[in-house]
């Protein structure tokens, strides 16, 4: 009885490791500065958990494909607010960064 309950509960775990690692932690942000194309820099919106581990940070987009990087809406422009999908992993550095990158999206283009 106790290796079925441990099987169970095992295989439990490998289905909830498993729907953790493709959906990612998504945040919005604006964008300050757009670096070598494949750098964006950017602040965390008001409210936001990643606001309160950094006010700046550096986003990597250089190993998206572009369908995965912008879908549709196109490319971001400074001043733009995007939601970033990203393996919930910040870099403590300045300005800090964040590890695997999965999606940017703009959500809000900026007021011309």
Do not use: H
Not at 45 to 68: F, K, M, N, P, Q
Request: with cysteine.
């Amino acid at each position: 009885m106790k290796k079925y309950g441990l099987f169970v509960l095992l295989l439990v775990w490998t289905f909830m490791m498993t729907a953790c690692g493709e959906e990612g932690t998504t945040f919005e942000a604006v964008v300050l500065e757009i670096r070598d194309g494949s750098y964006y820099l950017v602040e965390p919106v008001a409210g936001s958990l990643e606001l309160s581990s950094a006010d700046r940070i550096v986003v990597y987009t250089g190993d998206l494909s572009s369908a995965d990087a912008w879908p549709s809406e196109g490319e971001a422009e400074v001043g733009d607010v995007i939601e970033i999908t990203y393996s919930g992993e910040i870099m403590e550095t300045d300005p800090a960064q964040l590890g695997e990158v999965y999606r940017v999206k703009v959500v809000e283009k900026a007021a011309d």
